[in-house]
Nanobody, 126 residues
């Protein structure tokens, strides 16, 4: 059974940094597309960035330069480093995964991903 568990969220001051982790189990992440999403209160879930099975990374334009995704296949863990946090980064952060065909864009819409974690909350105060 595929399982994703996010961790690392918390409350931080604006301008700070935070590192999130997504621990996967039940499958080999090397053959999966994985991504990070965020959902703010009252808003739709938005894609932040993702990676494919050949370790290509794609990011949403809104987070390029501040968000960095990395993956450790041996540890079965996906990471998200967030720098220069602003209150607008507040929300629930989710990790997602799906079996990954070759040749697709590394960040796909919400509907593409079959497996989701429970989320980790990030709150940024000004």
């Amino acid at each position: 059974e595929v399982s994703l568990v996010e961790s690392g969220g918390g409350s931080v001051q604006a301008g700070g940094s935070l590192g999130l982790s997504c621990a996967a189990s039940g499958y080999s992440i090397s053959s999966y597309c994985m991504a990070w999403f965020r959902q703010a209160p009252g808003k739709e879930r938005e894609g932040l960035g993702g990676t494919d099975r050949v370790n290509t990374y794609s990011y949403a334009d809104s987070v390029k330069g501040r968000f960095t995704i990395s993956k450790d296949n041996a540890k079965k863990t996906l990471y998200l480093q967030i720098n220069s946090l602003t209150p607008e980064d507040t929300g629930m952060y989710y990790c997602a995964a799906q079996v990954c065909p070759y040749g697709i864009i590394a960040l796909q819409p919400v509907s593409f991903y079959q497996y989701w974690g429970q989320g980790t909350q990030v709150t940024v105060s000004s």
